[in-house]
């Protein structure tokens, strides 16, 4: 590629020089090029004056029956060994042991579903795999499955959003690991219930806000001071889609997942220079007992709790910033650029599926087959709370 330095020519090479010289561009072009796998003295070279001439060669190999070969029959050589041999990311450790082998993984809510099997891909890595949740019988049954399989799994009964717990294990794990290494964010507390089925429920807003946030939040603070003396970590949030696409029927759970991710957005700016990382990872529908109670999520599809976890492995090595599908990157696009398209199309789900009858506060009935227009919708959207 060639970039003609004449577009730039209207701007005074002192001016340029200057703005090239400020700490936030001097930063950003930095993490721009480590993310292009560029080095940064590729810039100086962007317009430099090249001339291939082989006439030298030639005039040297005159009479000697040697000729030059064509490029095309030799330059697949020489870009083979660069690959092989030089290129800078081949002594990059890419793999998951490579990164939480002998570290100290904290993963919550690791008694089933994306916990239980984010916390098993770390132990198989030889990670120093922690685990919390509140069921203290649930956790020695995966301790026990963990040992059976050859596996070190350190459990502690926990329930977030209990203050003094969650001071007291901080402590514990302060002093006997230094803190932790990796912290997965995943314990969550999950409500499918409309508004108008909520005037006379405000406990259920607390009550995510509780886990979800509150609860995230202390242990967060509680291992970040670790971290910063260190200076490395990384924090990964298990978020939703649904604070991306803004689903009815979640607005508990949404707001809660929400605060959490814009509380990670303040926390990485301020920790971007000391070496702690932020990865808020915005997961689709996962089959998990936390859906269970819903009948309707028994016909859509959905992630299995291994494929979730695979997200949580991307995130730990190579730390972006976050993760999300297709969809629901599409679906904050057309909230930021076309709101009220976005209003009716989940206005359109919210009517085309139903509360359950838990939410609603009936009597529970068997799940109803589904509509056409609800598997097409489902389909196209798939992964989106409903």
């Given at each position: 590629m060639r970039i003609n330095a004449a577009l730039l020519g209207f701007i005074p090479r002192s001016v340029r020089k200057a703005m090239f010289a400020l700490t936030p561009v001097r930063r950003i072009r930095k993490a721009v090029m480590k993310d292009l796998g560029l080095p940064d003295?590729?810039?100086?070279?962007?317009?430099?004056?090249?001339?291939?001439?082989?006439?030298?060669?030639?005039?040297?190999?005159?009479?000697?029956?040697?000729?030059?070969?064509?490029?095309?029959?030799?330059?697949?050589?020489?870009?083979?060994?660069?690959?092989?041999h030089l290129d800078p990311d081949l002594f990059i450790d890419h793999t998951l042991r490579g990164q939480v082998e002998g570290k100290v993984v904290l993963v919550t809510g690791g008694s089933s579903g994306i916990g239980k099997a984010t916390i098993r891909k770390m132990a198989e890595?030889?990670?120093?795999?922690?685990?919390?949740?509140?069921?203290?019988?649930?956790?020695?049954?995966?301790?026990?499955?963990?040992?059976?399989?050859?596996?070190?799994?350190?459990?502690?009964?926990?329930?977030?959003?209990?203050?003094?717990?969650?001071?007291?294990?901080?402590?514990?794990?302060?002093?006997?690991?230094?803190?932790?290494?990796?912290?997965?964010?995943?314990?969550?507390?999950?409500?499918?219930?409309?508004?108008?089925?909520?005037?006379?429920?405000?406990?259920?807003?607390?009550?995510?806000?509780?886990?979800?946030?509150?609860?995230?939040?202390?242990?967060?603070?509680?291992?970040?001071?670790?971290?910063?003396?260190?200076?490395?970590?990384?924090?990964?949030?298990?978020?939703?889609?649904?604070?991306?696409?803004?689903?009815?029927?979640?607005?508990?759970?949404?707001?809660?997942?929400?605060?959490?991710?814009?509380?990670?957005?303040?926390?990485?700016?301020?920790?971007?220079?000391?070496?702690?990382?932020?990865?808020?990872?915005?997961?689709?529908?996962?089959?998990?007992?936390?859906?269970?109670?819903?009948?309707?999520?028994?016909?859509?599809?959905?992630?299995?709790?291994?494929?979730?976890?695979?997200?949580?492995?991307?995130?730990?090595?190579?730390?972006?910033?976050?993760?999300?599908?297709?969809?629901?990157?599409?679906?904050?696009?057309?909230?930021?650029?076309?709101?009220?398209?976005?209003?009716?199309?989940?206005?359109?789900?919210?009517?085309?599926?139903?509360?359950?009858?838990?939410?609603?506060?009936?009597?529970?009935?068997?799940?109803?087959?589904?509509?056409?227009?609800?598997?097409?919708?489902?389909?196209?959207?798939?992964?989106?709370?409903?």
């Amino acid at each position: 590629m060639r970039i003609n330095a004449a577009l730039l020519g209207f701007i005074p090479r002192s001016v340029r020089k200057a703005m090239f010289a400020l700490t936030p561009v001097r930063r950003i072009r930095k993490a721009v090029m480590k993310d292009l796998g560029l080095p940064d003295d590729i810039l100086e070279f962007v317009n430099y004056p090249t001339r291939f001439d082989c006439r030298e060669t030639q005039r040297a190999l005159k009479g000697s029956g040697i000729a030059v070969p064509p490029l095309e029959s030799y330059a697949w050589r020489l870009w083979d060994y660069w690959e092989r041999h030089l290129d800078p990311d081949l002594f990059i450790d890419h793999t998951l042991r490579g990164q939480v082998e002998g570290k100290v993984v904290l993963v919550t809510g690791g008694s089933s579903g994306i916990g239980k099997a984010t916390i098993r891909k770390m132990a198989e890595a030889g990670a120093i795999a922690v685990t919390i949740a509140r069921d203290a019988q649930a956790l020695e049954e995966v301790r026990r499955e963990f040992e059976a399989a050859g596996l070190r799994l350190v459990t502690h009964a926990v329930d977030i959003a209990d203050p003094q717990q969650c001071a007291s294990f901080v402590k514990f794990m302060t002093e006997e690991h230094g803190g932790v290494d990796f912290l997965v964010n995943n314990a969550g507390r999950s409500i499918r219930r409309g508004i108008e089925n909520s005037f006379d429920r405000f406990h259920d807003f607390e009550r995510t806000m509780e886990v979800n946030y509150f609860g995230a939040l202390r242990l967060t603070m509680g291992f970040l001071p670790s971290m910063i003396a260190k200076r490395k970590g990384q924090i990964i949030n298990i978020s939703s889609i649904g604070v991306l696409t803004n689903a009815p029927r979640f607005s508990a759970y949404v707001a809660s997942k929400a605060a959490m991710d814009a509380w990670t957005r303040c926390a990485a700016s301020e920790f971007a220079d000391r070496g702690i990382e932020f990865t808020t990872i915005n997961m689709p529908l996962v089959r998990t007992p936390m859906i269970a109670p819903t009948k309707l999520y028994d016909q859509v599809p959905t992630l299995s709790p291994e494929d979730a976890a695979d997200l949580v492995v991307e995130a730990i090595i190579h730390k972006p910033v976050r993760i999300a599908t297709r969809l629901g990157i599409f679906g904050a696009l057309l909230h930021s650029l076309l709101p009220k398209v976005a209003q009716i199309t989940m206005n359109t789900s919210f009517r085309m599926f139903p509360d359950s009858s838990a939410a609603a506060m009936r009597r529970p009935e068997e799940s109803e087959p589904q509509t056409a227009d609800q598997i097409a919708f489902s389909q196209i959207m798939r992964g989106i709370h409903f």
